[in-house]
DNA sequence: CGCGATTGTTAAGTTACTTGACATTCTTTC
DNA sequence: GAAAGAATGTCAAGTAACTTAACAATCGCG
């Protein structure tokens, strides 16, 4: 008498047909050193012989191959990969003021990458045409024909309409608000687009290729001027019922805390975000506060990204200014836990880059005010991709497209 | 061109085999005027032959019946709905101060419910043989047999385990942690029994008959004894890593708040849990505040229900102390609302029985301290099942065990 | 070398579907 | 009131994705 306990069967969204063929294509993708039809088999709960049937299909259409396995008992069994010479996708990370972009073939390994600054406050029709002409010039440069392309993933940092490939109502991204970015990028570059929202894609990243690898439920943290996060839910974007979810950066630390961007007063954004970190760090200085920052030649133009530097050698100010973000940001995460009981949270951006010196205080904060059950079943850590979570989850995203699509129509 | 942006292609958990009958079961269950052959060809992306053969299975095996259908242009399509007569199930819900039984047929028709008291600290050992002894002495009152009882939900307020079927340390069930629950019922009832939390089964009980019928992303809010959430995806109950999702209870509010039952200090539900209420009401009775309910005999044994009786009447003390509480509550919520984006939230348990007295602050705060996005999506309303809506939770999980177990077999 | 162990393939049968024709039953129209 | 049109439901034949069961390939080991 064994109890089922699921709850409700789901009508899938997409064909049921070959459902076990886009199975297999993921769990070959996400396995790292290959697997074999056997391994397939038992976690598909299928036939070696249906296996056989449904790599063969995949083998015949180009999009995995065969390679060294691993050896055994008996026969030696043949290790199962993607095929990087399917194709090549790019991810780009647009974020509030630079925009990454990296090429990767289909099995995810970068073979090249580019920053550049720019100003989301320009809007779109400033921005796109910039996003444009860099991924032409940079591909001619690589010699690679935009062609060769079959998929681009874009990050940018609001709430995605997912299927209007738009954002809707972003807190920082004026002039944004329902224009159709992905139509527009789709138009100048002839291939297919996927929009994403950074911190989402962030999270895909880490979950793909970083320090989340596999983990049922995934919380990526992007403390860059602003704080999001990103939700995965088994592998599976959660983006809530307006695309929205995740939004951390705008919840309530302190009643009658500083005035945040979204309107709001005490905003966690407000209070742990790069900006306010680089503002804290202007004020103290004018108040008289000792500290190496004060040797630059403008104390108004110092960054989060200066505060950050300063910190790591050794400066008092900057150290208190980045553990100060961290028990806000450890206070915020304790709420997160214990609503969305997460296995772990990966924090990245760059205020992130400091490493421990911000991960103590969350860890301790996060710990003490959350429930024990909760707190127990999750590790936070810094992220592994640096920099480039989100344009490795825009590479994953895009990936994606271009094989299911393959794989469907083959 | 058009744009999948699908993510990742899921293993599903069940057979494939069977997926599209059971996806049938689930349409017509939740289709309240029946549903005809047709339109479930439509949902579920089959040809008309298709569902003919599939729904004949459900009809021979017991499980579905025709009706009438509606009048239109062509032929009457035939309504199809579940066959009541197929067997019974029950819901129990398990409070802290509280145990509700309720006997439902497949339809989810109540046939009778009870109510009793109980104290949930005496621990399984002396509340679980309690449920047992009430749930067969009010079956053979009612000339029911326990045989005819085809699956059992019983919820309880504390993180479940699922596969185990038992709760990882509740906050307010000492003793009960790790017992085995699912195990112990099952051998002492002979049928599959269905454990979940109480929040979680409040949200299904309103997702499937309630304020949030076939809602995307919905949230219940348990405000009795103590404060708990129930999140349900697409229909699916989200528990998290371990269980315990939707702790809302315990997420910090005012960071050197009143000590919870927790250890923590200003958890939500130390602020605006209905012992939180009492306990207020008694401290300005003992202050001196004028207030209806120092009539009562015994000021010691006032409790939130009395508060709840009290405000509705009018009184001043009462009132101002519910709307503080809602207070708190729109500001967890705001929280929650920028984390999770949902469609819909449904704020049941004893407390919220005082409908707009509590809901109105609570939708203000809310609002105001959400992003815009998400809040315009959401609207906040109060449970339509009242007192019953975790019971009825319990009943809908216990009909879908019962009828997918059935499904699967036919 | 031969044997068991493990992996992969093949051919025949099964099942859940689709296709396309047909039957049924309603409303509307002449 | 019969015919036409429209929508729903069913049937029979074919197809795709599986399973079953036998067999082939390849390894380590005595």
């Known amino acids: 008498m064994r109890s089922l306990d699921t709850t409700f069967w789901q009508v899938p969204k997409a064909s049921v047909k070959n459902l076990n063929k ?65 194709g090549l996708v790019v991810g780009v990370d647009i ?22 600054s720019l100003d ?3 809007g779109p029709q400033v921005c796109l045409p910039f996003v444009d002409q860099m991924m032409r010039s940079w591909l001619e440069q690589l010699g690679v024909k935009l062609s060769q392309i079959t998929a681009i993933g874009v990050g940018v940092p609001g709430p995605i309409v997912t299927d209007a490939g738009m954002v809707s109502g ?4 004026p002039g944004w608000d329902l224009f159709p970015i992905r139509e527009w990028l789709e138009k100048a570059w002839g291939c297919p687009v996927t929009l994403g929202n950074d911190a989402e ?40 019922t307006t695309g929205c979810a995740g939004e951390i950066g705008h919840v309530t630390i302190e009643e009658d805390g500083p005035l945040c961007t979204c309107g709001n007063r005490g905003c966690l ?20 506060t000792r500290t190496t920052l004060s040797e630059r030649p403008s ?31 450890g206070t915020a995460l304790a709420n997160l836990i214990n609503l969305f009981n997460p296995t772990r949270i990966v924090i990245g951006g760059g205020v992130a880059q400091v490493g421990d010196l911000l991960l103590e205080p969350v860890r301790k904060v996060a710990k003490q005010r959350s429930l024990k059950v909760a707190s127990q079943a999750v590790t936070i850590t810094s992220a592994v991709l640096g920099r480039r979570s989100s344009a490795m989850g825009a590479v994953a995203q895009a990936i994606s497209l271009s094989l299911h699509q393959l794989a469907e129509a083959s």
Chains 1, 2 share one sequence.
């Open 22 to 86: 886009h199975a297999a294509l993921d769990l070959i993708r996400f396995s790292p050193s290959g697997i074999s039809r056997i391994e397939l088999s038992r976690e598909l709960g299928l036939t070696r012989a249906a296996v056989t049937a449904i790599v063969g299909d995949l083998i015949k259409a180009g999009l995995v191959r065969e390679t060294n396995g691993q050896s055994s008992r008996g026969r030696r069994a043949i290790a199962l990969e993607i095929n990087p010479q399917g």
């Open 95 to 116: 974020g509030a003021t630079h925009v990454t972009f990296v090429l990767a073939d289909y099995l995810a390994h970068v073979i090249d990458e580019i920053e550049a």
């Open 120 to 122: 989301i406050f320009e």
């Open 170 to 173: 972003p807190p920082i991204m």
């Open 201 to 240: 894609f962030g999270a895909l990243g880490e979950w793909a290729f970083g320090a989340g690898r596999g983990v049922d439920n995934l919380v990526y943290i992007k403390v860059g001027t602003g704080i999001g996060a990103g939700l995965l839910i088994e592998g599976q974007i959660y983006r809530g």
């Open 269 to 288: 954004e407000a209070l742990a975000g790069g900006r306010a970190i680089a503002q804290k760090a202007i004020r103290a200085i004018k108040a008289g």
């Open 299 to 329: 104390i108004e133009t110092i960054s989060a990204m200066d505060v950050i530097a300063a910190a790591r050698k050794g400066d008092h100010l900057s150290q208190k200014l980045v553990q100060e973000a961290g028990y806000y940001l």
